[in-house]
């Protein structure tokens, strides 16, 4: 162990706890959205000058280090990180109870520093691989969500992020005003609260708030009370946890709600969905945002600063791209394109073309964001790219490991993709992480997002791509219902959100109609459009960046939670 560096004066007044973190491409702290959204947070806390610190597991071993076989099989395997080169480990420990045996915590810092403001704002990164731990316990903070691993260690890792998380930072002198819970992963500090202030519920709640980012009932983790009891013995007793709960178990998001002053959810439509769901509580809505310039390409990032003043520091300021010039944006997009193609090609050995029209889509091959859906009736798209115009489509995303149905999705796309070979040039990229989706949403000619409604609490990939002039073709779903401007900052799929609901509607029927509104999107709109009308085109990418630019980034996100959340 080297060094303290925190001192009693550690400011750190809004504490955000996440599970998961993409701060930069080499920590591979982050399975998705939920952590690329944190790492983005944090940055704006940073830009801000938000007193703010982050706490979350060190997942020294990665998420999923993805390879593909010929058939698209998924292996899937640990994703480890250099952390000493990263990270400074911090003379620090407490212990957690779980089992009734003491498990050992330390940490490591490393620094968020704003390139606009200086300012820093620490992650603190929890280490449960501490000689004296058994072997379980030192595996506690190994590898994110533990894939292979059942509910007990679920529990153990968020006993570790939201009890640990709270002793460490009380260690290194952090003076917390509010705590953060990003997702119910983080719950358990509300245990630890309430030791602390005697069972005062109202006092908790006073320093707690909460977002949550699952649409579907069965997405909020909930455990057993059977298993909370065997392994839960401090900082209170299980069944001082009952009243914030239900009967069927420990709903983490309960956990949270009943213990927050305020709660939200990232998109209006995700809003609708929550309080649907948890009726008793008042659920808010800030949208998510990208961290600007983070997710900006070098083309697009001289195009602004040529014609936007401020933008970097002021991303309000987009407001003013109706003035960038077609010419200078076409140039941009195809630099970059260009850029993208052969970052591709290289990669897999392909043969994509960047004058052939690109259709981009990439996120995790989770079953509900259907990655498949274009291949739904490939004589229908076989005609269209024979008929209408050349198209390629790119593709990336890992399933979460051991997950059938998500591993089968890239298994179909790799065969589909074969039978259309000799039309549609199609790349699976391997290893999707934060540089792959950065090149991606920098350069494709649109941006493909199909999820089933109302599955999507947000989505964040279609605005990296937004910010770089590139529109989208999505199900109006997530933050896709408040950013889509039919004809002018992209395209639809299917219907409007009020027009159906999975209620009416069976899974089959609702992707065989939304197969078709792609399809149709595609052959009357979507190929005549980049082809034969490239002034409408680019006019697209105009309104784009000047509807959606000033909206869906971090600083706007951010300042929404300083005002509406953090002064309750
Ligand atoms: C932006 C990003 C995401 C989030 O994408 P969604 O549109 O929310 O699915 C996930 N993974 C990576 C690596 C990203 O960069």
């Not at 213990?259 to 649907?276: D, F, G, I, R, T």
């Not at 791209?321 to 394109?337: C, F, I, M, R, Y």
């Not at 989505?459 to 770089?468: D, I």
């Not at 034969?532 to 085109?537: H, Q």
Request: proline share 5%.
């Amino acid at each position: 162990m080297n060094t303290p560096t925190a001192t009693s004066e550690e400011p750190g007044r809004i504490a955000y706890y996440t599970m998961e973190i993409g701060i930069q491409n080499d920590l591979h702290t982050y399975s998705g959205g939920l952590g690329v959204l944190a790492g983005d947070t944090i940055r704006s806390f940073a830009d801000l000058g938000v007193e703010g610190v982050c706490v979350t597991p060190l997942n020294e071993e990665g998420y999923c280090k993805q390879t593909l076989e010929e058939d698209g099989s998924q292996i899937s395997d640990a994703d480890p990180w250099p952390v000493e080169e990263y990270a400074e480990p911090l003379d620090v420990e407490v212990t957690v109870e779980i089992y009734g045996r003491d498990v050992r915590v330390t940490a490591w810092r490393y620094d968020v520093v704003s390139e606009q403001s200086g300012e820093t704002v620490p992650v603190i990164f929890l280490d449960t691989d501490v000689e004296g731990n058994d072997d379980d316990a030192r595996r506690y903070t190994k590898r994110l969500y533990a894939p292979g691993h059942g509910d007990d260690f679920t529990l153990a890792q968020e006993l570790v992020l939201g009890v640990g998380g709270t002793r460490i930072l009380d260690e290194l002198g952090y003076d917390v005003d509010t705590y953060h819970m990003n997702e119910g992963h983080a719950a358990f500090l509300t245990a630890e609260l309430l030791a602390r202030n005697d069972m005062d519920e109202a006092a908790v709640r006073e320093q707690c708030v909460f977002t949550t980012h699952t649409p579907v009932e069965a997405g909020h983790d909930e455990f057993d009370w059977g298993l909370v009891e065997e392994m839960v013995t401090d900082p209170v007793a299980p069944d001082d946890l009952r009243p914030f709960s239900h009967d069927a178990g420990l709903n983490m998001s309960l956990l949270a709600l009943n213990l927050s002053s305020y709660a939200n959810s990232v998109a209006k439509k995700h809003q609708e969905v929550s309080q649907n769901m948890f009726p008793k509580f008042e659920i808010d809505a800030i949208t998510n945002g990208v961290h600007v310039p983070h997710w900006i390409g070098d083309a697009f990032g001289d195009l602004y600063d040529e014609h936007i003043t401020g933008w970097r520091s002021n991303p309000y300021k987009f407001k003013h791209a109706t003035v960038l010039p077609s010419e200078g944006l076409w140039d941009a997009h195809q630099a970059q394109k260009r850029e993208t193609i052969e970052f591709i090609n290289e990669r897999e050995g392909s043969d994509l073309d960047p004058e052939t029209l690109t259709i981009g889509f990439a996120r995790r091959a989770a079953p509900y964001k259907r990655a498949n859906l274009i291949f739904y009736n490939n004589d229908r798209l076989r005609h269209i790219a024979e008929n209408v115009g050349d198209i390629q489509l790119v593709f990336a995303g890992k399933a979460f490991p051991g997950d059938e149905n998500g591993e089968q999705k890239i298994r179909d796309i790799f065969h589909n993709a074969w039978q259309l070979n000799d039309v549609i040039e199609t790349q699976y990229v391997e290893d999707y992480d934060m540089e792959v989706g950065a090149k991606l949403t920098e350069g494709v000619d649109v941006w493909l997002n199909n999820p089933r409604r109302p599955l999507e609490a947000c989505g964040t990939s279609g605005m990296k791509a937004a910010y770089n002039g590139i529109p989208q073709l999505g199900t109006l779903d997530g933050w896709w219902v408040e950013g889509h401007i039919e004809g002018e900052t992209g395209w639809k799929i299917g219907p409007d959100p009020e027009e159906s609901t999975p209620d009416q509607t069976t899974d089959e029927e609702e992707t065989r109609q939304d197969a078709m509104a792609l399809y149709n999107q595609l052959e009357n709109e979507v190929i005549p459009t980049y082809y034969d009308d490239r002034e409408r085109w680019i006019k697209m990418m105009r309104q784009t960046i000047a509807f959606n630019g000033p909206y869906y980034h971090t600083r706007r996100m951010v300042r929404e939670y300083l005002l509406d959340a953090y002064t309750n």
